[in-house]
Nanobody
């Protein structure tokens, strides 16, 4: 059974930083794309970032430069480093993975989802 387990969420003040982690189990994703989506209260789920096994990255245009996605293929783990957080960053952040090699921007393109971790940014 495939599982994606996120950690690292929490409450942070505006301007602070958080590093989210997502560990995969049940199969290896070392050759597959993984990434992050988020959903803020009352808003649509949106793409944050994705990364291929060769470390090629894609970011949402609105978030580029404000977060960094990385991965450790040996550990089947990805990370999302978020700096200078703003209250608009408050959301549930979900880890995703797909069987395919390439990254994608659509939620339907991902085959596996984690339960999500709450990030709350105080003003």
């Amino acid at each position: 059974q495939v599982q994606l387990v996120e950690s690292g969420g929490g409450l942070v003040q505006a301007g602070g930083s958080l590093r989210l982690s997502c560990a995969a189990s049940g199969r290896t994703f070392s050759s597959s794309a993984m990434g992050w989506f988020r959903q803020a209260p009352g808003k649509e789920r949106e793409f944050v970032a994705a990364i291929r096994s060769d470390l090629s990255r894609n970011y949402a245009a609105s978030l580029k430069g404000r977060c960094t996605i990385s991965r450790d293929n040996a550990k089947d783990t990805i990370y999302l480093q978020m700096n200078n957080l703003e209250p608009e960053g408050t959301a549930v952040y979900c880890c995703v993975a797909r069987r395919a090699y390439g990254t994608a921007y659509g939620a339907d393109d991902y085959d596996f989802w984690g339960q999500g971790t709450q990030v709350t940014v105080g003003s």
